[in-house]
Structure formats: structure tokens, C-alpha cells
């Protein structure tokens, strides 16, 4: 069996019935526009007239449909399956060539209409991103295109337009006259095709139910089946901007956003809030906070005070939501910021969540506004009816410092974090702060599958990030690009959200990466290099169908992401070569200027897209943010350096930060630390100018076994000196007491160089990690061992974090011992390491940012060395407060993108096994590092590089 919806350029009618819903009618619209675009060939509606007919298309919505028990009976079909069930449809391709589809309510009929441009290959993205869907000739469905969806894994998903000045904005009102009926029209549709079914609108300088215009914004979103709701501050079906239209000293509402002194103007205030749009589909937001998003009493009140205020206010709406509205009205109240503190009480206060006020009232959570959850529902708590939602961010207004600009969210961080909110039970509603949501289509597309198909994304599936990447970029442009182009736009997507993900551009400084220490500086850069590079080549080969769809998806986010930690990046060059004296300080100053105007540039090319389309969208800042807002955004420093007026060289060791020029009285001695890694036969030492002129040099070499790259030179910016050495032809290693090896000699100074040796260790370890100069470093997936236990196992999370990947126990939601003597229950990895001398050393271990996950809880895993008694660690210091900027931790640990655990352990000399075991949900190593006490581990972004293994 076959339908045919277009061939030889006629396409089957889409029949509907009198009474069908006008959302589904919309829809049926936008579809036969997708067919058009497809096909060249635009379908007609046509009214059902009581028989079926061949090579039609049958919409029907069950419960406010004859035509489907009809088109049913006569074909067969079973429809009872679809009966109660939540935004399910029926894809048939039926006996006579026709398409059924049915839909168990408005929603899954839209949704299973959308599924028709699903499978012609059209993308959720095909009017917001531009994505052009790929031309064909003909559109035939066979039998096994037939289908019967699921039921939406959380019950409501949906995203929250904020913080949209000045991009959105701007954007809204030069195209769309503000935020009216005409732009939301294009956001509902956008979040329908993402099988999403609920909205918090834009509210800064914006009154969703008021700039319709009228109530045309509410009117239309409850046509298309989008459940409307406001944000954590907004209660009762009013706007935050509502307030300040109507409040006054000779208003009936009264002048004051006080329930203690303007109670009957507040109430007055949400009664007409609740008649006005209550005969919408909503969720209400019940509760309050201070005005813009403020405290409602005060610093001065008392955690009691606030509790029976809130009490006795939430009891005061719920009766006027059944007084005007009805029973079983769906509400929510956002335990955000200080009302989570409200909720639980503390020890001498009872909080809300004792009190029976809130039955039936969905609890909407919050991570730390940085995508780290927090206080999640314990087992006692999932019991709750009403159930929980989840507020996430991909977008942040606020301390310790703002991002609001391209996707900074990474999708092997929001897989984990959202996936440990299913799995304690956070199910009923998902929301997702998409800031002006250009930008933010890749997350979003993740975040609502994830919502509406746990099964097939989620916890179950360790690679989901990677697997839906490349599923996103085939959806994308699998209708235009070859394999080969696919593949590049995964490795750039992939590329440029961790790199955002390590350091969100707007949080990134000068000295965020050293610019010199493990040559972390100089990778980055290679890393953006190469980026920016396979993004300008792939730009060359886009179709010009696809250009738009590829700047606004791809090139704009990815380039602007590069320039912007290149200009850093060259920022803390020019301060570190500046104190220096090196004259290359000014070509970083000039590479700084060209970054600043590059990204002008880019942003003005953004604009000028399709004719303006997207004109404003650009606008956030994202460079330098010096407070949690924008006012004193500035672009980094630049030091310009006045040269020398006699020859001057500077030497350095590669991936040190002393600098010598040679001169008589500092008598510095540049000491190259590199071979003490016994793999290591061949380092760098770098020259810089420091005069106006070329200065020559050459090398004088003391030691045979000593090979300088080059004997002699002339410098005046930067050079890199290869020197290699010859291991087997050193005779003495114990009584070389050398002052230094070789001299970088030259006009004015002689640099005495002096290279640290080591031999190689006797009988290595297979898999062991070698200790150099005091210190070594292993990335988490590197162990020798997992041993899982009858409880979990740890699962390596390929990608995840700042370097390589992340190791976590399964399940996520167990707390794996308590005690410290339960610890060997738990499961465990064993890392195997070889240090030269016994001693006391300091275990860095690097985990992922965690909060408590439960109020009150704590983080914390466990530890042994050389099977000695573990130790339980805890993460958390005392006082520590997730989501507080007051909190030096957890702003720091936002704003770096880890948590940094250490521990003293003792170690022997030689081999040592370190055992570390799986404690409490929220632990997730990235990586470990030993530093021998006494040793002083240099300031870098990511840490000591993984060292070698001695069999490597």
C-alpha cells in the first residue's frame, strides 16, 4: 500500500471536517506551505463530504470527529489505542492510496500533521534558521511509514523568551511593530514543530496578554494548543510589565507591590488577571516575589515572616483561581532563588513543603541559573502530586557574570544535568530560558527530543550528545551537503560549543588561559586556527540555498566564538610579553585591534543576512563583562611597549615564565625542565626582541650530548631554538655539576641555559602514569580497573568537561555509601601511577561542577590509596550556598567550569594503585593530578596536560 501526497506535480487533497479545531486548520496550512516548498506543488484543503475517497488526506482530531470512526470503520483501523492518551496521533497509510491522520487531541494532530514534513525532510528550523528543505519531485508514503507515536515523555516542554534587549528586542519591534500576534505566530510554530506545548513569553517591556494586539498573543496560542504561563515572579495570568501600567495612588489596584500593605489592590489586581486570560489553556504561576525579581519582604524579615506571608497569599489565589477560573486548574509555583528557602524551612521553622496549601500544585525547580542541578526531589518528596518541573538555563542575566550571546551550553553537560532531573522524578514540566533563542536552535532541538523521547535520548543511552549531533546536522543539511560536508559541520559544532562550554566567551579574560604555562595558549589558539579555517572552507562549498540556514546555525556562532577567545587569548600574550620588554607585545596589541574589529564585522555581515532579516538579533554584548550586566563591558586592554635602543634578546624555556635577557646584574639562569620526561629527546627554547632593531646571536655549547637546532641566528620578534639532546651519550648523570650547558650569546648579554635530566625508570609499569618533575596527571577514563558493584558501575561520558571525557556512576540517582566504612560497596576505579620518591603529595581532582542534589545533602566520594582504608572526601565546604554570588566556591566553579577537590595522600616509591569510589549522585570526575609537596604546580586554565604512561 502507498498514499501519495505529490506525484507528476498533483498532490493530494487535505480533507477536513466542519468543527475541526482553526490551530489544526493553521497547521494543515503551514503544511501544505511545506509541501509547496518541497515539491513545487501546494495541495489544497477541501471540506470532508461523508465518504472516503482515494489519494486524500484525512486530518481528524478524536472526540470532535465523525469522519475518522467512519474512515475506521471502513478501513479496519483499531482507534481505541489512541482513546486518553496525551498528544498521540495515528500516521495510516490506508488500503484506498489515502493518509490517515489522527491525533488522540489538538495537539497530536498537530503534531502528527507536522510529521508529514518531518519525512519530506523539512527542519523545525525551516522559517526561524532559514533551513531551505531539500527539492523533490514526489512524496509517497508506503505502509511502513505507518505509525502510532508515544505519549510525550514529560508532560509539558517548552522554552522562556528573556533577557531579549537588546537583540530580540530590537529585532521584534523593527519587524513586527513589538511583540505582537505576527512574530509569536512564527515562535508557536516553531515550538510545535519541536513537539513542544508550552511558552513563557518575553516580559521586559513587553505584556504578552496586552500587545496582541489586545489579547490576540493569548488568543492565538491557545488556537495552536500552547500552554501559556509566566515566569517565577509573575503570578495569576499578569505580566510583570503589567503592574507598572496600571498601578498608581488613584488606581483600584493601588500603588505598592505589597501584599502587607495593598492587599485588596493585589488581589482586585489578579482576580481580573485570572477572568481575563483564565479562558485560555495556562498554567498559573502562584506565589510571589519582590518587584523585578526581588525579594518580597526584604533583607530585614524573617525566614517565618516570609513563610506566612506566602502562605497565606498562595491560599488567597488558589481560591480566586477556583472562583474564576475553575477546578483543577493546572498551577505551579517556581521554588526560585529565595522561595526555595521558603519551601524548606530550616530547623526551628517549618516550611512550605509540610503544608497541604500545595497539593496538587506542580513545584517548578531550578538548577544554579549555570546549568548545575540542585535540591532535587528526594524519594519521599516524588510523591508529591502535582508533581515537579524543571527551570534550565541557556541563557542567564545575572551574577557572577551574564551570558546571553551565542550557544554557550554544551550538549554532553545538558544530557547529564537533565537526565538526572527525569531520573529523580522532575517530569511534568520542562522549561528552558532560551534568552533571545536565535542561537540557541541546536540546545533547544536536544532539550525538547530529550523531553519528548526519553526513551530513545536519554540516561539509557551513553552517547546520545555525540549520536545527536550527527542526527542534528543530517536533519539540518543532510538534504544539501555530502557526507564529507556533514561530517565537517558535527566536527565545528562539536568544536566550538566545548569551547564555549570551558569558558562562556562573555566570562573569558586575558589570563583565563595561561599564556605561556603547558603551552595552553598557544594549543587554544591552534585549536581556534584550525576551527575557523574548516568553517571558512566548508563556508566556500554551501549551496547558496543553505547560506543563510549555515551562518545563522554554523558560521556566525562558530567564527564569532574563535575571534572572541583569540582576542583574549592574544590579550594575555601582549600583557605577559609587555612586562617582559618583548617588542612582539605590540603585534599581539595590533592582533587584538583586528579581533575587535572582526567581530564587528561579523556581526554587521549577520545583519545584513536575507535582507535584514534577522537585522538586531546580534546585539547582546559578549566581551568583557566586568559586573553580572553589561554597563562596563570592555574590550580587553592593550599594552603598547617602546623598543630598546641597544640590542636586547630575551630567553625563555618553553612553557616556563622566567625570561632572562643575560645581563650581568640579574644573573638568571633559564633552566629547560622538559627532559626530565625521559621520552623526551627534543624541546624549545624561545627568543624574543626586545630592540628596534635585528639583534644577531649564537649558541656556545659546553656539553657534547647538547644538539642547539641552530648555531647562530638573528631575532627581533619571536623564534623558536629546537634543541635536542643524545641520552646515550651521557656517561655520568650523578656528578654533572654543570653552572649550565650552552649560552644564547649576543651584543649586550649571554643567556646561560641549564637542562634538568632524568633517567628512564627500570622495569616500567605497563600501564602506570609517570611522574615528571614532581608531578603527573591522568584524564578519569584512563584507569586499569572499573569493578563494578551489585549496586551501579561508573560508565565513561565520552567528551564531557574541559579536557577529554568525564567518568560517572549509574544509577545517578543512588547514593552509594554513607558511612565511611560502606565505601568498598560502592564501585570503584583504580588508577594506576609511578612517582620516583615517597612522600607526601596533594591529589587535585577535578570534577564536574555538583551541587547538593538534595537540600541540606552533600557531595562526596570516596578515596584509597594502595588498598589502605578509604577515605570518604567531601566536596562541599562548609557555608557554601549554590546559585549565591556572595559564594566565592560556587562562583568561581561557574565561571571555570569545575570543581577542584584536593586531597593529601602518602604515597611510595615506585608503583601506587589509587582507588576511587562512587559516593553520592552529582560526582563526576574529569580528571586527577598529583603534585609532590614541596613542588609548586604552575596557574593554568586546564590544568596539568595528561602526562605519559610509561609503556607510551
Request: hydrophobic share 35%.
Amino acid at each position: 500500500m502507498e498514499a501519495i501526497l505529490v506525484k507528476d506535480q498533483k498532490a493530494a487533497a487535505f480533507v477536513m471536517e466542519d468543527g475541526t479545531f482553526e490551530g489544526v486548520y493553521r497547521i494543515t496550512e503551514k503544511v501544505c506551505g511545506d509541501v509547496e516548498q518541497v515539491t513545487g506543488v501546494r495541495p489544497k484543503i477541501i471540506k470532508w463530504q461523508g465518504e472516503l475517497q482515494p489519494a486524500q488526506v484525512y486530518v481528524a482530531t478524536l472526540g470532535n470527529s465523525e469522519m475518522s470512526e467512519a474512515i475506521a470503520e471502513e478501513e479496519g483501523i483499531e482507534l481505541s489505542s489512541l482513546c486518553g492518551k496525551r498528544e498521540c496521533f495515528l500516521f495510516q497509510v490506508l488500503k484506498n492510496g489515502s493518509l490517515l491522520i489522527a491525533g488522540s487531541d489538538k495537539r497530536g494532530t498537530i503534531y502528527g500533521l507536522f510529521h508529514i514534513s518531518e519525512l519530506m525532510g523539512v527542519s523545525p528550523f525551516v522559517h526561524f534558521a532559514d533551513v531551505v528543505p531539500a527539492p523533490q519531485k514526489e512524496i509517497i508514503f508506503s505502509e511502513k511509514d505507518s505509525m502510532q507515536s508515544k505519549e510525550p515523555s514529560v508532560k509539558y516542554r517548552g522554552f522562556f523568551i528573556n533577557d531579549e534587549w537588546p537583540a530580540f528586542g530590537n529585532w521584534t519591534f523593527s519587524h513586527y511593530g513589538g511583540f505582537t500576534a505576527e512574530m509569536y505566530d512564527l515562535i508557536f510554530e516553531t515550538l510545535l514543530r519541536l513537539k513542544g506545548n508550552y511558552l513563557w513569553p518575553a516580559m521586559w517591556t513587553s505584556s504578552f496578554s496586552l500587545d496582541g494586539p489586545g489579547e490576540e498573543n493569548a488568543r492565538l496560542a491557545d488556537c495552536y494548543g500552547i500552554v501559556m504561563s509566566n515566569s517565577h515572579h509573575e503570578p495569576c495570568l499578569r505580566h510583570s510589565e503589567e503592574w507598572d501600567l496600571v498601578r498608581g495612588e488613584d488606581s483600584v489596584y493601588g500603588n505598592e507591590w505589597s501584599y502587607l500593605t495593598n492587599r485588596e489592590g493585589l488581589i482586585r489586581y489578579w482576580r481580573d488577571g485570572l477572568l481575563r486570560s483564565g479562558k485560555y489553556e495556562n498554567i498559573i504561576t502562584i506565589g510571589m516575589r519582590g518587584e523585578r525579581d526581588s525579594l518580597m519582604l526584604g533583607e530585614d524579615a524573617s525566614l517565618e515572616q516570609n513563610i506566612s506571608l506566602l502562605k497565606e497569599i498562595i491560599t488567597e489565589q488558589r481560591k480566586l483561581i477556583r472562583e474564576c477560573v475553575g477546578e483543577n486548574e493546572p498551577e505551579m509555583l517556581a521554588l526560585y532563588k529565595e522561595v526555595e528557602a521558603y519551601y524548606y524551612g530550616d530547623e526551628t521553622t517549618p516550611g512550605l513543603n509540610d503544608w497541604d496549601g500545595l497539593d496538587g500544585v506542580t513545584l517548578m525547580l531550578c538548577e544554579d541559573n549555570y546549568g548545575n542541578m540542585r535540591t532535587l526531589p528526594t524519594e519521599e518528596m516524588r510523591s508529591h502530586r502535582g508533581g515537579f518541573g524543571m527551570y534550565y538555563h541557556f541563557d542567564y542575566h545575572g551574577s557572577p557574570v551574564s551570558y546571553e550571546w551565542v550557544n554557550s551550553s554544551y550538549l554532553p553537560k545538558i544530557w547529564d544535568q537533565m537526565t538526572m532531573a527525569y531520573d529523580f522524578g522532575v517530569r511534568d514540566i520542562w522549561i528552558v530560558n532560551v534568552g533571545d533563542l536565535k542561537f540557541q536552535e541546536y540546545p533547544l532541538s536536544f532539550f525538547m527530543d530529550l523531553a519528548y523521547d526519553y526513551e530513545k535520548w536519554g540516561s539509557n543511552r551513553i552517547h546520545a550528545p555525540q549520536d545527536y549531533l550527527a542526527y542534528w546536522v543530517k536533519r539540518e543539511f543532510g538534504g544539501w551537503f555530502y557526507e564529507a560536508q556533514q561530517d565537517a559541520v558535527y566536527r565545528i559544532m562539536q568544536q566550538y560549543t566545548k569551547m564555549n562550554h570551558n569558558c562562556k566567551p562573555e566570562a573569558m579574560r586575558a589570563d583565563t588561559y595561561h599564556p605561556v604555562h603547558f603551552g595552553e595558549a598557544d594549543k587554544r589558539q591552534k585549536e581556534n586556527e584550525r576551527l575557523e579555517a574548516e568553517t571558512e572552507k566548508l563556508l566556500s562549498s554551501v549551496p547558496e540555498e543553505m547560506l543563510p540556514a549555515f551562518w545563522e546555525l554554523v558560521y556566525y556562532p562558530a567564527m564569532g566564538s574563535a575571534n572572541a577567545s583569540d582576542m583574549q587569548l592574544y590579550a594575555g600574550k601582549n600583557s605577559f610579553f609587555a612586562k617582559m620588554g618583548a617588542v612582539c607585545a605590540n603585534d599581539y596589541a595590533e592582533k587584538i585591534k583586528a579581533c575587535i574589529e572582526k567581530d564587528r564585522l561579523l556581526t554587521e555581515r549577520f545583519h545584513q543576512l536575507l535582507d535584514g532579516k534577522w537585522d538586531g538579533m546580534a546585539l547582546s554584548e559578549h566581551i568583557g563583562f566586568v559586573n553580572w550586566n553589561d554597563e562596563e563591558c570592555r574590550y580587553p586592554l592593550m599594552t603598547f611597549i617602546e623598543p630598546a635602543n641597544k640590542p636586547r634578546i630575551f630567553a625563555m624555556s618553553e612553557g616556563g615564565d622566567v625570561c632572562t635577557a643575560g645581563g650581568d646584574w640579574t644573573k638568571k639562569l633559564i633552566v629547560m625542565r622538559q627532559f626530565l620526561d625521559p621520552a623526551v629527546s627534543e624541546a624549545s627554547l624561545l627568543l624574543f626582541g626586545g630592540s628596534k632593531e635585528k639583534v644577531p646571536y649564537h649558541i656556545e655549547c659546553k656539553s657534547p650530548w647538547v644538539l642547539p637546532g641552530k648555531m647562530q641566528g638573528v631575532t627581533d620578534r619571536e623564534e623558536v631554538l629546537t634543541v635536542q639532546i643524545k641520552r646515550d651519550e651521557i656517561t655520568d648523570w650523578e656528578n654533572d655539576h654543570r653552572t649550565y650547558d650552552f649560552e644564547v650569546c649576543y651584543e649586550g648579554g649571554r643567556i646561560p641555559v641549564k637542562i634538568l635530566l632524568e633517567k628512564d625508570l627500570p622495569g616500567c609499569l605497563a600501564e602506570a602514569f609517570y611522574e615528571t618533575d614532581g608531578m603527573l596527571s591522568v584524564e578519569a577514563e584512563h584507569f586499569i580497573c572499573n569493578e563494578k558493584a551489585d549496586a551501579g558501575a561508573f560508565y565513561v561520558l565520552p567528551e564531557y568537561g574541559k579536557t577529554l571525557s568525564g567518568v560517572k556512576a549509574y544509577p545517578q540517582t543512588k547514593t552509594f555509601f554513607e558511612m565511611a566504612e560502606q565505601i568498598r560497596q560502592a564501585p570503584k576505579l583504580t588508577y594506576q601511577i609511578y612517582v620516583r620518591e615517597a612522600g607526601e603529595y596533594e591529589m587535585i581532582c577535578y570534577t564536574a561542577p555538583a551541587n547538593p542534589v538534595c537540600q541540606g545533602g552533600s557531595v562526596y566520594f570516596g578515596c584509597a590509596v594502595n588498598g589502605n582504608a578509604p577515605q570518604k572526601i567531601e566536596m562541599i565546604p562548609d557555608g557554601y550556598r549554590s546559585g549565591e554570588p556572595s559564594c566565592a566556591e560556587w562562583a568561581k566553579m561557574v565561571v571555570d567550569q569545575i570543581r577542584v577537590v584536593r586531597v593529601q595522600v602518602t604515597l611510595q616509591s615506585g608503583e601506587n594503585e589509587i582507588g576511587i569510589y562512587a559516593g553520592t549522585p552529582g560526582f563526576l570526575l574529569e580528571k586527577l593530578t598529583f603534585v609532590r609537596k614541596g613542588k609548586h604546580l604552575p596557574e593554568s586554565g586546564l590544568g596539568l596536560p595528561e602526562t605519559r604512561r610509561t609503556n607510551r
